[in-house]
Every structure is written in structure tokens, then in C-alpha cells.
């Protein structure tokens, strides 16, 4: 049984369903604690600020009643007439944790706004929770003893244990969701932008609710098809091109011995290296090229290699010195590809550009490289741009001349995509006012690349006549 009749069996799915309830219990549990911890501590605190306020009116009366007192009585008869705890001596020593001494200072502050002047106040956490305010006495320090009870923190308040339940719910809902569906559809969308990117994508791990776990049971299956899919196609484009060798070779040897002419033998010559051409192009165009090692070479000497064998008079060119991680051989029959484009439906001089960086983005990647091939002529409307880049489409009309089969620019573009760029088309401005290029934008693959030896040899590759345009 595969994982999917496992995953949709019914024991399958009613233990996913456990887990899942179980997952959210445990989620629920931990907001719900967290959330009467927090609003607790919030509770506590206004109680808190709540109670220094209110002893803070009782406490001036006192000191009001006290001072007014001592400036006719001594400190004892005071506290036997108004049963005020007072005490007569020095400063008495500050003792207490740090929460007495909070509760200290906030009772100053209330002290000082209602009161003409801010009497002095020590804790006294040692004796018995309080403080002792200095009163304004004639003769000698007395002090006002204040108890300051602690905030009753356990248990919690019922309102807080009701709001705790509240908030612990809409916690637990918005973390269920993010862990059980925001998170694993995130992760599905991120394998989603990397198929038809990517040559073998991974299974993607199924987690989440129902609903999305079968929903990457069902990205996993479709992206197992496709992979199946390409399999079939490269190997019976690969089993085409295999079977034709043999008859084009046996036409070949016929052609040689035949009674034609001069002119008709040309012609017939002419239609087998077509057929040949056809058929590379079309295993490089089905991912011949897509396991291609790549390697970190000079790419400006693998350009002037590759235009080695035309005419500098017909082929300028102006390349810019730098070393990028390639596949050197698919990169060279793009280019090689560009060249033929030009070469049959543009205008001469031709002139081929590298350069590092793309002048339209602020930030320049350092890894970056841009191959641009210009010509005089009318170029590609820019509304048939999109057109061209399809395969199998020839635009004759739009630079005239007679196509083959349609591959030229549909394998510089997914030559552009490998190296993790596009391909794209300008106008001239400048001194290239009035021409028309076709660039590949592109940078280094990451990867470990392949330290190649010498590059001479390293790769002549001879441009198609195979075009989209």
C-alpha cells in the first residue's frame, strides 16, 4: 500500500486527527497558563498602584494629624491620644526586598503631591512589612510607622481566570493556525516557485491539517508526474535522435553514389545537416545540457573562442574580463544561437558585449555577468517578444529570412533561466543608437564548480541555424 492509500485510509486519517486535537490541547493549555500568568501580573500591578493611592490619602491625614500634635504634645502622648504607631530616634536602618522599596517610592510621590513638602520614607521589612515617614517635628526626628501589606498574587482573580480563558483560546487559535496551515502552505508555496526551476525536486514533508496535508500529498504526486513526464520525453527525443543517425548516415552514402548535380547535390547535402541540427537541438531543448558540470572559467575567453571563426569584420568584440561559474558548453551554443540570429535575419556589424553588471538594477550583484549581441537591423517588436521566446515559433516577418524548426531562442532562454537569469531584448541609445540586441542576463551557478584546465579546446561549439526569430 502506498503512502497515499495510508494517508486516506480511515485508521490514517482518525490517527491524524487525534494527533492533531491533542496538538491543539496542548497549545490551548500553554495560552491558557501563559495568558492568567500575564494577566495577572497586569491585575497585581493596578491593585498594587490602586492601594498606594488610597494609602496615600490615609497616611497624609495622619502625618497633618501628627504634626499638629507634636507641636503641643511630646511624641508619647501623641501616639496614646491618636493611637498612631510613632517612634523617636534617628533614621532607622532601610531593610525589605526590592518590591517594598518600589512601594516605598510610589508612596513618597502620592506623599508629595499632597503635602506641602516630601517627607523622608524608609522601608521596614525586617520589623513588619511597612515603611516609616518622617514627621515634621520640633525638638527631635519622630517616625510614622505605615503597613504595607502584600498584593495577593495566588489564585487568581475569577474575572482573570474568564479572561485568561478568552485570550488563551484566541492565542491558541492564531498559533494552531500558524503552525498547522500558515506554516506548511508556506513551505508549499516555496516548492511550488521552485518546480520547472529545479531538475529533481524533494518530497515535500507532509504536516498540517487534513486539508493540507492532502493537499501536499496531491504537490508531491503532481511533481512526480511531471518528473516522470520529462523522463519520457528526454528519452524517446534521445531514442529519435539515436534512430535517425542511421538513416541519415545510409542517405548520406546513397547521396554520394547518386547521379545529381552539382547544385541538386548541395541542396540535398544542405537538407541532412539540417536534419542533424534539428535533432541536437532538440535533445538540448528536452535538458541535454541540464546535468552539465559547471565550471568556473574565464568567460570572456570563452566567448572570443567561440567567435574565433568569424570575421572580426562582420563580429566586433567587446568583452569585459571576469571569471563566472558556467556550464560552458550550453552557454556556448546560446550564444552561438544568438550569433546565427543575427547573422540571418540582422544587419552587419555585428558587435558582442560582455559586462558584469546590468546598468537597470540599483544593486549590482557581483556574480552577475550580461552577454548582449547587437546588429543593425529591425529587431523583434517588443509585442512579439514573448511570442518569440516560445518554442517552435518563427517570427520570419519580423526580420525576415526562413527559419528551421524554432528552438534558437527558447534554448537561449532556458539557458538564461539555468544560470539564473533572463533573456531579453533592447534598443540601441547611445552609440548603439538605432540597433537592436538580444542579451542574456545571467550570474554564477551555486554550486561547487570544476577547476578547468587550459581553455583552449574547451568547447567549439559551432552556432545552429536553429532560431526563434
Not at 497633618?64 to 501616639?79: F, H, I, Q, T
Not at 504537490?219 to 528519452?235: D, G, I, K, P, Y
Request: hydrophobic share 45%.
Amino acid at each position: 500500500m502506498d503512502n497515499r492509500a495510508v494517508a486516506e485510509s480511515p485508521g490514517g486519517f482518525r490517527r491524524h486527527s487525534l494527533l492533531i486535537l491533542l496538538r491543539f490541547l496542548l497549545v490551548a493549555a500553554a495560552g491558557f497558563g501563559l495568558s492568567v500568568v500575564l494577566l495577572q501580573l497586569l491585575l497585581a500591578r493596578r491593585l498594587e498602584r490602586a492601594q498606594i493611592a488610597q494609602l496615600g490619602q490615609e497616611v497624609a491625614f495622619n502625618l497633618r494629624l501628627g504634626e499638629l500634635a507634636l507641636e503641643r504634645l511630646p511624641p508619647s502622648a501623641v501616639a496614646q491620644l491618636t493611637g498612631l504607631p510613632l517612634r523617636v530616634g534617628p533614621q532607622p536602618l532601610p531593610t525589605g526586598d526590592r518590591r517594598l522599596y518600589r512601594q516605598a517610592g510610589r508612596l513618597r510621590l502620592e506623599l508629595c503631591e499632597r503635602l506641602n513638602s516630601c517627607p523622608t520614607v524608609v522601608p521596614a521589612g525586617l520589623e513588619a512589612r511597612g515603611v516609616w515617614v518622617e514627621l515634621l517635628s520640633p525638638l527631635e526626628p519622630v517616625w510614622l510607622f505605615t503597613a504595607l501589606p502584600p498584593a495577593s498574587r495566588w489564585p487568581p482573580d475569577p474575572l482573570v481566570l474568564s479572561l485568561a480563558l478568552v485570550s488563551g483560546g484566541g492565542l491558541a487559535g492564531l498559533a494552531f493556525l500558524w503552525l498547522e496551515v500558515q506554516r506548511p502552505l508556506a513551505q508549499l508555496e516555496q516548492a511550488l516557485g521552485r518546480v520547472g526551476r529545479e531538475a529533481q525536486l524533494p518530497p515535500l514533508a507532509q504536516h498540517g491539517t487534513g486539508a493540507v496535508r492532502r493537499l501536499t500529498l496531491r504537490f508531491n504526486a503532481m511533481v512526480q508526474r511531471l518528473e516522470l513526464s520529462e523522463r519520457e520525453r528526454a528519452t524517446m527525443l534521445a531514442g529519435i535522435a539515436h534512430d535517425l543517425k542511421s538513416p541519415i548516415t545510409r542517405l548520406r552514402l546513397r547521396l554520394s553514389f547518386a547521379p545529381l548535380s552539382g547544385p541538386e547535390r548541395d541542396r540535398s547535402e544542405a537538407d541532412l545537416d539540417a536534419l542533424e541540427r534539428i535533432t541536437s537541438q532538440f535533445l538540448l531543448f528536452a535538458g541535454g545540457a541540464d546535468a552539465e558540470i559547471p565550471v568556473r572559467l574565464p568567460l570572456d575567453q570563452l566567448l572570443a573562442e567561440l567567435s574565433a571563426a568569424f570575421d572580426p569584420a562582420v563580429l566586433e568584440l567587446d568583452l569585459e574580463p571576469m571569471e563566472r561559474v558556467v556550464q560552458p558548453t550550453a552557454l556556448s551554443r546560446a550564444v552561438g544561437n544568438l550569433i546565427d540570429n543575427a547573422l540571418s535575419h540582422g544587419e552587419p556589424p555585428l558587435r558582442l558585449v560582455l559586462r558584469a553588471t546590468d546598468p537597470d538594477t540599483a544593486a549590482n550583484d557581483p556574480e552577475e555577468f550580461r552577454i548582449e549581441l547587437w546588429d543593425r537591423g529591425a529587431g523583434i517588436p517588443p509585442e512579439r517578444w514573448e511570442q518569440a521566446l516560445m518554442p517552435f515559433q518563427r517570427l520570419d516577418e519580423a526580420r525576415g529570412g526562413q527559419g528551421h524548426c524554432g528552438l534558437g531562442l527558447a534554448i537561449a532562454a532556458r539557458v538564461a533561466s539555468m544560470h539564473g537569469g533572463v533573456l531579453y531584448c533592447r534598443r540601441g541609445d547611445g552609440p548603439q543608437a538605432g540597433g537592436f540586441a538580444v542579451g542574456l542576463r545571467g550570474r554564477s551557478i551555486h554550486s561547487d564548480p570544476v577547476t578547468p584546465g587550459p581553455l583552449t579546446g574547451h568547447s567549439s561549439v559551432r552556432p545552429s541555424a536553429d532560431h526563434g526569430a
